[in-house]
């Protein structure tokens, strides 16, 4: 008996790991939580783990199948007939006669049934372990070989003597672990008792924004309200609530709640930040109500209220995308191509990706204007509706994307330029006849390309460009060319993890002309300029401060018509 204990201790720790962990008890209990839910356990999802990837059982899970084995080890149940129990060392695929190990591993197995294996048949014996798992291993194996041989009478006093002191040498360590068990079983018990959901988890959003505007006043602008000059300075907010409710591993449903009192604070809404799309008056809204299934090679978006084509479509923006997280770009035309702006709904659609290689994804979808609208003109397919297509290129370097969108729109509301109703050009992008270039009716066909290059770690370059031709449905099929394009720099950890340097340059939605224009359209608009620098400092991971400038140049297409906008954006994320 003592020759067999020395084997013991000799052998590889994870003999004993091993065999506590996968005695055959909780093999069987593994294999039988597959069979009644249909889904991997968490156990058996560790056990099917490859010797490369394998990592140490977390404490708990160890005492788990320890405490499970012993128990009926005590009870008298014998594993030798359990389906998971090694009968012989050949069984073991990774295991070797040449392995220093392998006399007392076959003890251990073909005489004591003290060892079972992994389902693949591995034994992985070079597998790391703590003291405390080699402890709880120990004392598992121990009590299986005086459980098999019949218990104290059958073994002479030296080697049942050499059994205890083994036991009682590291019983502080089995004590700490029980203790630990018994501590992290009650604070389970408390909070599944004051969980808020076993699915759904609460993300939490707050932007406090203090910006101020200067110029954009001159004469002669096309808007509904008259000249203002806007030079206050303001502080606004918006809040957004996302519970994420996860079904399993593949589906997950989003429910938006948003409050802001956010709004632009130019006079033809350019220059908008990031936070200043919409203003309710800080009342709660639904914000967004969207379900997510992804499949091995596809992914599928069924949005029902108030979707954007970023929530699945890869806008090839890394470090200037930020319409969803306020943490990026800091002016709304600057977070990626504005094809993506284009005939945003209120209501719902459907989108999908397909993963045609690694590197190679098709994207597709259609959103309704007013689909939950039942009148004449709107629903689901007879009204209002966007739809887009977009093949992208990614790799660990580069990403490609090239995108056409048609979308049609009902009649806007007043004359050309009249920003009161209906925009081709959402969140606030664009000048006023670009979002609506007519005044009436209108379908568009829409062309763009994006690309990213991340040069380092350190530097990233981004560029867009795209092209809207709009056709009015009335007026003898008046054509509007409307072009818009941009360059960004990022500097990604600039001065620290988490901060980032951005500069960007670019062409707002413009009108650059119009074919058979009927009496009463004006003519295009000058190129407006748009020029944004910030820097985003990361105080901690729940914290971001922003400073940064927005110019623009020839605003809402006006000559020499400039404005600058100074903003400090200050996210909180929970």
Same mark, same amino acid.
């Given at each position: 008996?003592?020759?067999?204990?020395?084997?013991?201790?000799?052998?590889? @720790?994870?003999?004993?790991?091993?065999?506590?962990?996968?005695?055959?008890?909780?093999?069987?209990?593994?294999? &039988?939580?597959?069979?009644?839910?249909?889904?991997?356990?968490?156990?058996?999802?560790?056990?099917?783990?490859?010797?490369?990837?394998?990592?140490?059982?977390?404490?708990?899970?160890?005492?788990?199948?320890?405490?499970?084995?012993?128990?009926?080890?005590?009870?008298?149940?014998?594993?030798?007939?359990?389906?998971?129990?090694?009968?012989?060392?050949?069984?073991?695929?990774?295991?070797?006669?040449?392995?220093?190990?392998?006399?007392?591993?076959?003890?251990?197995?073909?005489?004591?049934?003290?060892?079972?294996?992994?389902?693949?048949?591995?034994?992985?014996?070079?597998?790391?372990?703590?003291?405390?798992? *080699?402890?709880?291993?120990?004392?598992?194996?121990?009590?299986?070989?005086?459980?098999?041989?019949?218990?104290?009478?059958?073994?002479? !006093?030296?080697?049942?003597?050499?059994?205890?002191?083994?036991?009682?040498?590291?019983?502080?360590?089995?004590?700490?672990?029980?203790?630990?068990?018994?501590?992290?079983?009650?604070?389970?018990?408390?909070?599944?008792?004051?969980?808020?959901?076993?699915?759904?988890?609460?993300?939490?959003?707050?932007?406090?924004?203090?910006?101020?505007?200067?110029?954009?006043?001159? !004469?002669?602008?096309?808007?509904?309200?008259?000249?203002?000059?806007?030079?206050?300075?303001?502080?606004?907010? &918006?809040?957004?609530?996302?519970?994420?409710?996860?079904?399993?591993?593949?589906?997950?449903?989003?429910?938006?709640?948003?409050?802001?009192?956010?709004?632009?604070?130019?006079?033809?809404?350019?220059?908008?930040?990031?936070?200043?799309?919409?203003?309710?008056?800080?009342?709660?809204?639904?914000?967004?109500?969207?379900?997510?299934?992804?499949?091995?090679?596809?992914?599928?978006?069924? !949005?029902?209220?108030? !979707?954007?084509?970023?929530?699945?479509?890869?806008?090839?923006?890394?470090?200037?995308?930020?319409?969803?997280?306020?943490?990026?770009?800091?002016?709304?035309?600057?977070?990626?191509?504005?094809?993506?702006?284009?005939?945003?709904?209120?209501?719902?659609?459907?989108?999908?990706?397909?993963?045609?290689?690694?590197?190679?994804?098709?994207?597709?979808?259609?959103?309704?204007?007013?689909?939950?609208? @039942?009148?004449?003109?709107?629903?689901?397919?007879?009204?209002?509706?966007?739809?887009?297509?977009?093949?992208?290129?990614?790799?660990?370097?580069?990403?490609?994307?090239?995108?056409?969108?048609?979308?049609?729109?009902?009649?806007?509301?007043?004359?050309?330029?009249?920003?009161?109703?209906?925009?081709?050009?959402?969140?606030?992008?664009?000048?006023?006849?670009? &979002?609506?270039?007519?005044?009436?009716?209108?379908?568009?066909?829409?062309?763009?390309?994006?690309?990213?290059?991340?040069?380092?770690?350190?530097?990233?370059?981004?560029?867009?460009?795209?092209?809207?031709?709009?056709?009015?449905?009335?007026? *003898?099929?008046?054509?509007?060319?409307?072009?818009?394009?941009?360059?960004?720099?990022?500097?990604?950890?600039?001065?620290?993890?988490?901060?980032?340097?951005?500069?960007?340059?670019?062409?707002?939605?413009?009108?650059?002309?119009?074919?058979?224009? @009927?009496?009463?359209?004006?003519?295009?608009?000058?190129?407006?300029?748009?020029?944004?620098? *910030?820097?985003?400092?990361?105080?901690?991971?729940?914290?971001?401060?922003?400073?940064?400038?927005?110019?623009?140049?020839?605003?809402?297409?006006?000559?020499?018509?400039?404005?600058?906008?100074?903003?400090?954006?200050?996210?909180?994320?929970?």
């Amino acid at each position: 008996m003592r020759k067999l204990l020395w084997q013991m201790l000799l052998a590889s @720790p994870s003999l004993l790991v091993a065999q506590a962990v996968f005695s055959p008890s909780a093999m069987a209990g593994e294999v &039988r939580a597959e069979a009644t839910t249909g889904k991997p356990s968490v156990e058996s999802l560790e056990i099917a783990q490859t010797p490369e990837s394998a990592e140490t059982l977390s404490v708990d899970e160890f005492m788990r199948a320890n405490e499970q084995q012993t128990l009926e080890a005590n009870d008298g149940a014998s594993s030798v007939d359990s389906l998971s129990q090694v009968t012989s060392v050949s069984q073991f695929s990774d295991v070797q006669p040449t392995d220093w190990a392998f006399q007392a591993l076959q003890s251990l197995v073909e005489r004591y049934g003290c060892i079972a294996g992994y389902p693949d048949g591995t034994y992985r014996g070079n597998r790391a372990l703590t003291r405390y798992e *080699f402890a709880a291993g120990l004392n598992a194996c121990l009590d299986q070989v005086l459980a098999l041989v019949g218990g104290d009478g059958g073994i002479d !006093p030296e080697s049942l003597a050499t059994i205890r002191r083994l036991q009682e040498e590291f019983a502080a360590e089995l004590a700490t672990l029980r203790g630990r068990v018994d501590a992290l079983e009650a604070r389970t018990a408390e909070l599944e008792a004051n969980q808020f959901s076993t699915t759904t988890k609460l993300q939490g959003e707050v932007v406090f924004g203090l910006a101020n505007g200067f110029g954009d006043s001159a !004469p002669g602008e096309i808007l509904s309200d008259g000249n203002r000059d806007r030079k206050q300075t303001v502080f606004q907010d &918006r809040v957004r609530l996302n519970f994420v409710t996860n079904f399993d591993e593949r589906q997950q449903l989003w429910t938006r709640l948003d409050a802001s009192n956010s709004q632009a604070i130019t006079n033809t809404g350019q220059g908008a930040t990031t936070y200043q799309t919409f203003n309710n008056g800080n009342n709660v809204d639904l914000g967004w109500l969207a379900y997510y299934y992804n499949g091995d090679k596809f992914q599928v978006y069924l !949005p029902a209220a108030f !979707p954007l084509w970023q929530d699945f479509v890869p806008t090839v923006s890394p470090y200037f995308e930020g319409f969803t997280g306020a943490n990026n770009s800091l002016s709304s035309f600057g977070e990626s191509n504005p094809i993506y702006k284009i005939g945003l709904a209120s209501g719902g659609g459907l989108g999908f990706n397909y993963y045609l290689s690694d590197n190679l994804t098709f994207s597709a979808g259609y959103f309704g204007g007013d689909s939950f609208d @039942p009148t004449e003109k709107n629903g689901l397919f007879n009204g209002e509706y966007s739809a887009l297509g977009q093949l992208t290129f990614q790799s660990d370097k580069f990403q490609l994307g090239l995108t056409y969108a048609n979308a049609y729109f009902n009649e806007f509301g007043g004359g050309p330029g009249d920003l009161g109703g209906n925009a081709i050009f959402d969140t606030l992008v664009g000048t006023s006849l670009a &979002r609506n270039p007519f005044g009436v009716a209108t379908i568009t066909n829409s062309y763009g390309a994006s690309a990213a290059f991340e040069l380092s770690p350190k530097f990233s370059v981004s560029a867009f460009g795209g092209f809207t031709d709009a056709r009015a449905v009335a007026n *003898f099929g008046a054509d509007a060319q409307i072009w818009y394009y941009g360059l960004g720099l990022a500097f990604p950890d600039l001065g620290g993890d988490g901060n980032l340097l951005g500069l960007q340059a670019g062409v707002e939605p413009y009108v650059g002309g119009y074919d058979n224009t @009927p009496i009463g359209v004006l003519p295009g608009d000058k190129n407006p300029v748009s020029i944004q620098g *910030f820097y985003r400092v990361a105080v901690n991971d729940n914290i971001n401060v922003t400073p940064g400038v927005i110019a623009l140049i020839n605003a809402d297409g006006l000559d020499n018509n400039t404005a600058v906008i100074g903003v400090i954006r200050t996210t909180f994320n929970f």
